[in-house]
């Protein structure tokens, strides 16, 4: 299994950064995407940005140009840097790793824009 801890979030102004950390622990060499998800209040969850174990990314349309996905494979720990932040990107974000077979999630993260 597949172990993953958020961290990062926060209450931001508009325009201001974060950098959200997903850290994996467990059996890692199975994972083959991570991806990073959100939730905001009264909405469905929505994918936002993938990596894959070969580095490859994606991203929604609503952020691209503003939120770059990593990842420190010595660190095990998958980044999402964002930038320009707007309001409505408050929402609860969600680190996920795909195996193949089955997938894991951490618990979330709050992340605020606000003035």
């Known amino acids: 299994q597949v172990q993953l801890v958020e961290s990062g979030g926060g209450l931001v102004q508009p325009g201001g950064s974060l950098r959200l950390s997903c850290a994996a622990s467990g059996s890692i060499f199975s994972i083959n995407i991570m991806t990073w998800y959100r939730q905001a209040p009264g909405k469905q969850r929505e994918l936002v940005a993938t990596?894959?174990?070969?580095?490859?990314?994606n991203y929604v349309d609503p952020v691209k140009g503003r939120f770059t996905i990593s990842r420190d494979d010595a660190k095990n720990t998958v980044y999402l840097q964002m930038n320009s932040l707007k309001p409505e990107d408050t929402a609860v974000y969600y680190c996920?790793?795909?195996?193949?077979?089955?997938?894991?999630w951490g618990q979330g993260t709050q992340v605020t824009v606000s003035s």
């Open positions: 996920n790793a795909w195996t193949g077979s089955y997938d894991s």
């Open positions: 990596i894959t174990s070969g580095g490859s990314t």
